[in-house]
């Protein structure tokens, strides 16, 4: 089974905390992404990534960065959390080819206090 | 527009009703569509895959896409309580390595 997993299920910050959201998978797929979901507004892209070291920006990629040293890891950083990215965030991978699927992890509940 | 139009609900029905839930698109180009299901605070779960148009069955669930309607739709028979979820479309194109997806519909099985 695919297995996309992402470190912490709940989290609470403080607001200017830098906060560090890790995920990783075991499928050895190039594509990784990270979402945020909201309700009423559904999943919209932060940043993605083709390939290691490498990154895309996505719709809403301000106030938040990603590393990815590494295939299997793709981290999502919020340099100073507030209160407006309380949200959850639900990281994805996707093998790169052509009509690949995508396959979500279990999410993080983020909440900026 | 939105690339994908989905109603939101709330959609509530009683056991063993069967349940169709609808998205529609704007983008010709999207050939694969998939249907995701998501548990409350859980990360959305895979549920059918299709390639351009026809149906697919796997189960009690039977996903359709019509493409010259831009219209894709996923049908659950005999509904069950363990069916109550949020369920999300997504499609994507050929090219690039961009999913679009619906904002999700509430379904929710009555006992």
């Known amino acids: 089974d695919v297995k996309v997993t992402q470190s912490s299920r709940y989290l609470v910050k403080r607001t200017g905390e830098k906060v560090f959201l890790e995920c990783v998978q075991d499928?050895?797929?190039?594509?990784m992404f990270w979402y945020r979901q909201d309700p009423g507004l559904g999943l919209r892209l932060i940043y993605f990534?083709?390939?290691?070291?490498?990154?895309e920006k996505g719709d809403i990629p301000e106030g938040y960065s990603v590393s990815r040293e590494k295939k299997e890891r793709f981290s999502l950083i919020l340099e100073s959390a507030s209160t407006n990215q309380t949200s959850m965030y639900l990281c994805?991978?996707?093998?790169?080819?052509?009509?690949?699927?995508?396959?979500f992890g279990s999410g993080t509940q983020l909440s900026v206090l | 527009q939105k690339e994908v139009e989905q109603d939101p609900g709330p959609l509530s029905v009683p056991e063993g009703a069967i349940v169709s839930l609808n998205c529609t698109y704007s983008?010709?180009?999207?050939?694969?569509f998939m249907w995701y299901r998501q548990y409350s605070r859980k990360g959305p779960e895979l549920l059918m895959y299709?390639?351009?148009?026809g149906n697919k069955e796997d189960g009690r669930f039977t996903a359709q896409v019509d493409k010259s309607s831009k219209y894709i739709s996923l049908f659950i028979r005999d509904s069950q309580p363990s069916d109550s979820a949020t369920y999300l479309c997504?499609?994507?194109?050929?090219?690039?390595?961009?999913?679009?997806f619906g904002t999700g519909t509430s379904l929710t099985v009555i006992p």
């Open positions: 983008n010709s180009a999207f050939q694969y």
């Open positions: 299709t390639y351009s148009s």
């Open positions: 990534s083709y390939d290691v070291k490498m990154k």
């Open positions: 994805a991978s996707s093998s790169g080819e052509l009509g690949e699927k995508l396959f």
């Open positions: 499928m050895d797929h190039e594509n």
């Open positions: 997504a499609m994507s194109s050929n090219t690039g390595n961009q999913f679009y």
